[in-house]
């Protein structure tokens, strides 16, 4: 294994044992209680008791870090300069129809900068991480991003409506998180969709960045939903230029 910091070894532990709780559910998924949060976003018990296993997991190693959790919102403690950022499940609404692509995210962010993140797909027993300046990898072997240049022969990873609003070739999977670990293991040419939450990508920055790719420039201090076109660099100019209008 490479060489990995006491704090990505925290968010690796974390992630997998919370898949534990998301693996079981995701087996008895008809049975589950699902409160409505709206219309188009659901949220469930599993989400609630992995995000509560994951605060629970980072915090017992670093009582002062702050706490940024889709379910639960800001725990701000001693610490501000490091918060933890977590969406325990990133594709709720994959888990709760039985679709086996969903993720748990974790991102460290250091005054103001995304320094390590963790995207796990635990159906699929996949582990995408990254830290500054130490590579991306993939359950211990590195990744990198593609190095295809004809755009013609690219895939792209979007949600939301602006699937049908440009001229690409385009996947929805509904996992904003695996869609930005994909692009860093070459799977995707790039990812790009409005409308999300620093939560669902924080992760996939570093993840992007460390595998070679290219992200635009993101406010890590605003709580604004956020607007992301993520690639590989061979691709990166001949994408922006189709998403001129997005």
Same mark, same amino acid.
């Given at each position: 294994?490479?060489?990995?910091?006491?704090?990505?070894?925290?968010? &690796?532990?974390?992630?997998?044992?919370?898949?534990?709780?998301?693996?079981? =559910?995701?087996?008895?998924?008809?049975k589950?209680?699902?409160?409505?949060? *709206?219309?188009t976003?659901?949220?469930?018990?599993?989400?609630?008791?992995?995000?509560?296993?994951i605060?629970k997991e980072?915090?017992?190693?670093?009582k002062?870090?702050s706490v940024i959790?889709?379910?639960?919102g800001?725990i701000?403690?001693k610490? *501000?300069?490091?918060?933890?950022?977590?969406?325990p499940? =990133?594709?709720t609404?994959?888990?709760?129809?039985g &679709?086996?692509?969903?993720?748990?995210?974790?991102?460290?962010k250091?005054?103001?900068e995304?320094?390590?993140?963790?995207?796990? =797909?635990?159906?699929?027993?996949?582990?995408?991480?990254?830290?500054?300046?130490?590579?991306?990898?993939?359950?211990?072997?590195?990744?990198?991003?593609?190095k295809?240049?004809?755009?013609n022969?690219?895939?792209?990873?979007?949600?939301?409506?602006?699937?049908?609003?440009?001229?690409?070739?385009?996947?929805? *999977?509904g996992?904003?998180?695996?869609?930005?670990?994909?692009?860093?293991?070459?799977?995707?040419?790039?990812?790009?969709?409005?409308?999300?939450?620093?939560?669902? &990508?924080?992760?996939?920055?570093?993840?992007?960045?460390?595998?070679?790719?290219?992200?635009?420039? &993101?406010?890590?201090?605003?709580? =604004?939903k956020?607007?992301?076109?993520?690639?590989?660099? *061979?691709?990166?100019?001949k994408?922006?230029?189709?998403?001129?209008?997005?």
């Amino acid at each position: 294994m490479n060489s990995i910091s006491p704090n990505l070894n925290i968010m &690796i532990r974390a992630s997998e044992k919370a898949s534990k709780v998301l693996v079981r =559910d995701f087996g008895e998924v008809e049975k589950l209680q699902v409160s409505i949060k *709206s219309p188009t976003d659901f949220v469930s018990s599993a989400d609630t008791k992995a995000e509560k296993i994951i605060i629970k997991e980072l915090l017992k190693a670093k009582k002062n870090y702050s706490v940024i959790s889709e379910e639960i919102g800001i725990i701000n403690n001693k610490n *501000s300069e490091n918060i933890w950022i977590i969406d325990p499940i =990133d594709g709720t609404t994959n888990f709760l129809h039985g &679709i086996p692509h969903f993720a748990i995210s974790i991102a460290l962010k250091s005054n103001n900068e995304i320094i390590a993140g963790v995207i796990y =797909d635990p159906i699929k027993d996949e582990m995408f991480y990254a830290e500054k300046n130490n590579g991306a990898f993939i359950n211990n072997k590195r990744i990198r991003v593609s190095k295809k240049k004809n755009i013609n022969y690219c895939l792209f990873a979007t949600g939301g409506s602006e699937i049908n609003t440009v001229q690409l070739t385009t996947r929805n *999977s509904g996992s904003a998180a695996l869609d930005m670990a994909y692009v860093a293991a070459g799977r995707y040419d790039g990812f790009f969709q409005s409308n999300l939450n620093l939560w669902d &990508i924080a992760a996939g920055i570093i993840i992007v960045n460390e595998a070679g790719g290219v992200v635009n420039k &993101i406010n890590l201090s605003k709580n =604004d939903k956020i607007k992301i076109k993520a690639s590989s660099i *061979s691709i990166n100019e001949k994408m922006l230029e189709k998403l001129k209008n997005f």
